[in-house]
């Protein structure tokens, strides 16, 4: 199974490829925990990459392109793969297409979660995540069970950088003007799976394996 999982910021992408991941036994691939894994190591791509992400913008398609291609061509990527954040822009998902086929591979679906705005929010302001595996909580939604402290590890959890209210705008803005436009980009191509991402975690993802299984 190859699925690309799209959505504005805080619909639950890294939520749901989580579970989809562990579902289907496939690679779960965040462009945005490969960026923040090089900021946390200061690796060059890190030091190029902090401001930009604290500023809410994106990475240059150059980069995050080549950072793709890298990681398709481990093999784990053979037997399937969820990508959470990448493509985001048509330059990206045209560089993407080419990537994949040229692994001899084929993307089965794409999966757009949709979460009304004001939902969006409450999600991003309300998110921890663990310094230690990454894992993700919600204040309210799916708090820990001490708080500040990782059910998984035990690692402390922290509130991301660009989840204070002037990133999430810029973040919200980017996603309108430079990823929306995949929508079409992928309805024209047959592979879009449209999601409501607003009910529970459960029930999301119930509804995208539904939406997968039926392709
Ligand atoms: P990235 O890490 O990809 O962040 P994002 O796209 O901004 O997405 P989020 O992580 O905010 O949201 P999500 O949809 O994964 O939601 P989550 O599951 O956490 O990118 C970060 C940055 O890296 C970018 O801004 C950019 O600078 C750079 N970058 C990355 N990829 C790039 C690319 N391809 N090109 C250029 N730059 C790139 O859920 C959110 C919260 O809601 C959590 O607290 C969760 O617990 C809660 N929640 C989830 N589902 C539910 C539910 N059903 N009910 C209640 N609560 C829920």
Same mark, same amino acid.
């Given at each position: 199974?190859?699925?690309?999982?799209?959505?504005?910021?805080?619909?639950?992408?890294?939520?749901?490829?989580?579970?989809?991941?562990? +579902?289907?036994?496939?690679?779960?691939?965040?462009?945005?925990?490969?960026?923040?894994?090089? /900021?946390?190591?200061?690796?060059?791509?890190?030091?190029?990459?902090?401001?930009?992400?604290?500023?809410?913008?994106?990475?240059?398609?150059?980069?995050?392109?080549?950072?793709?291609?890298?990681?398709?061509?481990?093999?784990?990527?053979?037997?399937?793969?969820?990508?959470?954040?990448?493509?985001?822009?048509?330059?990206?998902?045209?560089?993407?297409?080419?990537? /994949?086929?040229?692994?001899? @591979?084929?993307?089965?679906?794409?999966?757009?979660?949709?979460?009304?705005?004001?939902? @969006?929010?409450?999600?991003?302001?309300?998110?921890?995540?663990?310094?230690?595996?990454?894992?993700?909580?919600?204040?309210?939604?799916?708090?820990?069970?001490?708080?500040?402290?990782?059910?998984?590890?035990?690692?402390?959890?922290?509130?991301?950088?660009?989840?204070?209210?002037?990133?999430?705008?810029?973040?919200?803005?980017?996603?309108?003007?430079?990823?929306?436009?995949?929508?079409?980009?992928?309805?024209?191509?047959?592979? @879009?799976? !449209? /999601?409501?991402?607003?009910?529970?975690?459960?029930?999301?993802?119930? !509804?995208?394996?539904? +939406?997968?299984?039926?392709?």
């Amino acid at each position: 199974m190859h699925i690309v999982l799209m959505g504005a910021q805080g619909t639950g992408k890294g939520t749901q490829a989580t579970i989809l991941a562990q +579902a289907y036994r496939i690679p779960h691939i965040s462009t945005g925990d490969i960026l923040r894994q090089a /900021v946390k190591d200061g690796t060059p791509l890190g030091k190029k990459a902090q401001a930009v992400m604290e500023r809410g913008e994106l990475v240059s398609d150059d980069i995050m392109i080549g950072i793709v291609r890298e990681r398709l061509a481990r093999p784990d990527c053979e037997k399937g793969f969820i990508f959470d954040g990448f493509p985001r822009t048509i330059a990206q998902a045209d560089a993407f297409t080419e990537a /994949v086929r040229d692994r001899g @591979l084929r993307l089965d679906a794409v999966v757009s979660l949709e979460v009304p705005r004001e939902i @969006l929010l409450e999600r991003m302001t309300g998110r921890r995540v663990c310094r230690g595996c990454g894992a993700i909580y919600h204040v309210k939604y799916s708090p820990p069970e001490v708080a500040g402290r990782c059910d998984r590890c035990g690692g402390e959890l922290y509130q991301r950088v660009d989840d204070h209210p002037d990133a999430i705008n810029t973040r919200l803005e980017a996603y309108e003007r430079q990823t929306a436009p995949l929508i079409d980009y992928y309805r024209q191509r047959g592979l @879009l799976k !449209a /999601v409501d991402g607003a009910g529970l975690v459960e029930e999301v993802a119930g !509804a995208i394996k539904s +939406a997968v299984a039926g392709q």
